[in-house]
């Protein structure tokens, strides 16, 4: 198992692998799948400043495919500023060299210079970026080459909400995009995306829930349109870095589309399933509402008393599991304290017949119930599992010299004969004693679970 996180430390993996699906194109005989496209990355730690990263890309839409492998090496110069060296072979293969160094403590700067392998052309970027607040960061990018472009972008990151906007402007196109994701919940959350290039306009609706620690599913209801029929394709390939691969994605589709996407640590499939070609409004309301209400259905009736009852289940079990610890850990504490009792009695009577400290009675667990003793004087307290007596144990700990104490930042629960009789909540030790012969006084002493015990002490005094 050491082994397994020592090798996971160093080397992490990620993956996407998607699948293009057309209903139009189904039925009329052509087959569902209209295309695939897979890419894979594994990064490897070398050394503290080292780091080596190798990639593949593969793409298939229709009868016409291509893919690409690319390494690329991180040097990490000092603090500050850092180098990469990519190359890549297949469809888009290239050298090129990146460095990026942070200016202040709020903004840095990247430059990149590619050059490609099949045609010689060379590619220059630059990116400048700016945290403008706690929860803000914005950057500007120049690209320059065979796709010139810039890039203006800004975002913002909260607990509950997120959102960001870009506007790129390049020599043959023009595109703006806005997200907005807001989290209902730890688990569910709701997006919205839109974008309009100097071709095509494109609305994204959806949302997402967490299933498991490490894996979450999302569900999108797309509508583009197409605004020209002008070709544009090749202005969608990005040149923001060197080392991008193959599109995942088209742009400028018109139509009416869904999207699952399952996320399982780093590995995303996602299935766009085009409906339709025709923005039909009836067949658009309906692809919307259908699956949203067929959701709010199934989470009503069977999602969320489904969860509800694995949550109750794993509750009891945790607590049949905690239930046994207490006993274990109790019948410890127990089986010392009838170790420490004789010392603890002999302790105890030489202090009173020195009128030294003795502990009448001490208890120690839930700060609730321990809190309870300010304002009662019964003593059933003891008979409850959410405390332990603890006045062995302390009568126990008393020096000769009549003193106690507990060092701060030691746990009391770890002490000799103590056990934590209330896991998971806060502790607090409760203690009444007698100190100076005959004037027997009742004296409540309110100590952390952490926090420092030292009697006798004249403010304990009633």
Known sequence: MKEREKVAAHFQSSGTILANMSLPRYLNGNGLLRGMAMTSEIQSQLSKHNAVTIGGNLAVNGDEGGGAATAVFRHQLSEVSSVEVVASAGLRALIG??????????????????????DGS??????????????ASGHIELTLGPHSSVTVGWQKKERRRSASGEVKFGTGSFETSV?????????????????????????????????????????????????????NCTSHQSTTSILG??????????GISWKFELYRGGQKLIIPILLTR????????????VPASLYFVLKKLFIKPYYLRRNKQKALEEEEKTSAQV?????????AQKLQQTVANRKRNKQLETGGLVIMRALYGNQRIVNNLKSSSETSFESTSEVIDVTIPLN????????????????KSGIMGFCDPYPGSPKELYVEYVYAGNQYKVLPVWAGDY???QIPQGSHRI
């Open 97 to 118: 060299v990146q460095t990026t160094r942070n200016l202040s403590s709020h903004s840095a700067a990247t430059m990149g210079i590619a050059m490609s392998l099949k």
């Open 122 to 135: 060379l590619n220059l970027s630059n990116l400048w970026t700016r945290q403008l607040s706690e929860t």
């Open 179 to 231: 997200h907005y994701t807001h989290r209902f919940s730890p688990k569910s959350l709701g997006c919205i995306v839109g974008r309009v290039g100097s071709s095509s306009l494109e609305v994204e609706v959806g949302g997402g829930r967490k299933l498991s620690k490490f894996s979450s599913v999302r569900w999108l209801y797309i509508i583009g349109i197409q605004i020209s029929h002008k070709s």
């Open 245 to 254: 691969l193959l599109p995942l994605r088209e742009k400028g589709k018109q």
């Open 278 to 289: 025709n923005l039909n409004p009836m067949f658009a309301t309906g692809a919307f509402v």
């Open 327 to 335: 006993k274990e850990a109790r019948a410890a504490a127990e089986k």
């Open 396 to 411: 126990f700990l008393v020096n000769d010299s009549g003193q106690l104490k507990l060092h701060e930042g030691v746990k």
């Open 451 to 453: 926090e420092e015990l």
